[in-house]
């Protein structure tokens, strides 16, 4: 069987080998190399899952997508996002699973329209990596509430 030449999830282009799965280690890779662009690493694990929601489940998508919100549009910090939702997600509290599982795999109502992917950030290269996370989040956050205002109009 040949391998897709792009990602079925987020549309991101593979035909140089590379998946999506490749790309997120090599984000992790970079911030572990420079701790200091790891100030975004909560943005590109959000974004890296938000664009492949089949691992998440259905409650941990929704989860996230609410997290980006706080992050991208009202300027929650990792650390008060943290202090916020100790109490909702810990694990003697919380009654569902964020990662996918046989019975609940995330899924958007209908496909979204990325403008930007992991692929993106890395062929900009590790030394622009923290701006081209940033505008990744803006991307994903903008992208999702485009197709829910398609959903409300419909
Ligand atoms: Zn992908």
């Not at 911030?31 to 259905?58: D, N, W």
Request: aromatic share 8%.
């Amino acid at each position: 069987m040949q391998s897709p030449e792009t990602c079925p999830e987020c549309g991101a282009d593979w035909s140089d080998g590379q998946t999506c799965q490749d790309r997120f280690h090599q984000m992790l890779f970079w911030e572990a190399e420079r701790p200091e662009i790891g100030v975004v690493h909560h943005l590109m694990v959000l974004c890296h899952h938000l664009q492949h929601p089949s691992l998440y489940s259905e409650d941990g998508l929704r989860y996230s997508r609410k997290l980006l919100d706080d992050f991208v549009a009202n300027g929650v910090t990792p650390e008060e996002a943290r202090r916020r939702n100790r109490e909702a997600v810990s694990s003697e509290n919380r009654h569902w699973k964020v990662t996918a599982r046989p019975d609940s795999v995330g899924a958007y109502e209908r496909p979204i329209h990325w403008t930007m992917t992991s692929a993106d950030v890395v062929a900009r290269g590790i030394d622009n990596y923290v701006h081209s996370v940033g505008e990744w989040a803006q991307s994903v956050y903008d992208a999702l509430r485009a197709a829910d205002e398609a959903d409300a109009r419909s």
